[in-house]
């Protein structure tokens, strides 16, 4: 029999341990925790990321600063915008929403955010000391997938681990944060060989592919843990995941659905950066 892990239900209960220590923190130093959006242009889905985000800082009593600029802004508009806020001590984290308008050049912005307020988790001084096992703020999708294993119980240490997608927000992170919980790793792509035969040996299975219901039964080993990360549209235009949950759930112990798994957990783990950037500072 499996089990459904319920995002919204973890997220829930880790939001209010935040609201806890949100309140902790401004009855101690006397100010806000603030976080910091920019959000450049008009991309549709962007928009209502940003307004979730928005929404969750005041679930959790952070205070949001949000920053509208036109689709034309230019590259040094929106470098000088960063470099304000690195430098304002009201603000602790600072999130670009990604993607950023094809003109501006997004890896020399986010190279602008340091890594005591890059609550994204995304630059090199915090991939770097993930790798190195050092306490740092880590990429908010697979630290929602650590924290949803931890609380479920599930167990990683000598467990084969396997992680399909190497994008360097979900699939590398995902990966190192499995290794440093003592799973035995395997990454995955579009260039692997033997695919079906790999996710088959795994104890626990990480789709992050963004191919709707890739994940099919003869890919999974029975009794597996299955994280579904994909955010897809199926056939019918419904949100779907990269697995294909209702032939696969049977084999699994564990599984997350789509929607009401791990989305609900990423921006739960932006505001859990957030508090601990403050924390910190
Ligand atoms: P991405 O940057 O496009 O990476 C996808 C990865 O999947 C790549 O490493 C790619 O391999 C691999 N892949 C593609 N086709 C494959 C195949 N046929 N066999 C094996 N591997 C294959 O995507 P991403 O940003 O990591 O996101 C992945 C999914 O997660 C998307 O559906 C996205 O919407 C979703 N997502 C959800 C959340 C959330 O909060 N729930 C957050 C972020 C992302 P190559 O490297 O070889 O191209």
Request: net charge negative; aromatic share 4%; proline share 4%.
């Amino acid at each position: 029999m499996f089990k459904i892990i319920d995002g919204k239900a973890h997220s829930a209960a880790i939001r209010a341990e935040i609201k806890q220590r949100v309140a902790t923190f401004k009855a101690d130093r006397g100010i806000d925790v603030g976080l910091a959006v920019v959000l450049v242009g008009n991309n549709p889905a962007s928009q209502i990321y940003v307004r979730n985000k928005i929404k969750a800082c005041e679930e959790t009593g952070i205070k949001s600063f949000a920053y509208y600029l036109p689709e034309e802004a230019t590259q040094n508009q929106v470098e000088e915008l960063i470099e304000e806020l690195v430098e304002n001590k009201a603000i602790h984290g600072i999130l670009v929403q990604l993607p950023l308008p094809a003109h501006l050049d997004a890896q020399k912005i986010l190279k602008l955010i340091p890594k005591a307020k890059d609550v994204d988790g995304f630059c090199e001084e915090n991939m770097g000391s993930l790798c190195m096992k050092e306490d740092c703020l880590v990429a908010c999708t697979p630290n929602g997938v650590m924290k949803m294993l931890e609380r479920e119980g599930v167990e990683t240490k000598g467990k084969n681990a396997v992680v399909i997608g190497r994008s360097n927000i979900v699939g590398k992170p995902m990966a190192m944060l499995l290794l440093n919980a003592d799973a035995t790793v395997t990454i995955c792509h579009s260039r692997t060989q033997n695919l079906k035969e790999i996710c088959s040996n795994a104890d626990i299975l990480v789709a992050a592919i963004g191919k709707a219901k890739f994940v099919t039964a003869d890919m999974v080993k029975q009794g597996a843990v299955v994280i579904d990360v994909g955010m897809d549209r199926d056939e019918n235009g419904k949100l779907c995941g990269d697995v294909d949950f209702e032939n696969v759930k049977d084999k699994c112990s564990y599984i997350t659905p789509v929607p009401g798994g791990v989305g609900p957990m990423t921006i739960t783990m932006l505001m859990f950066n957030t508090i601990t950037a403050a924390e910190r500072s």
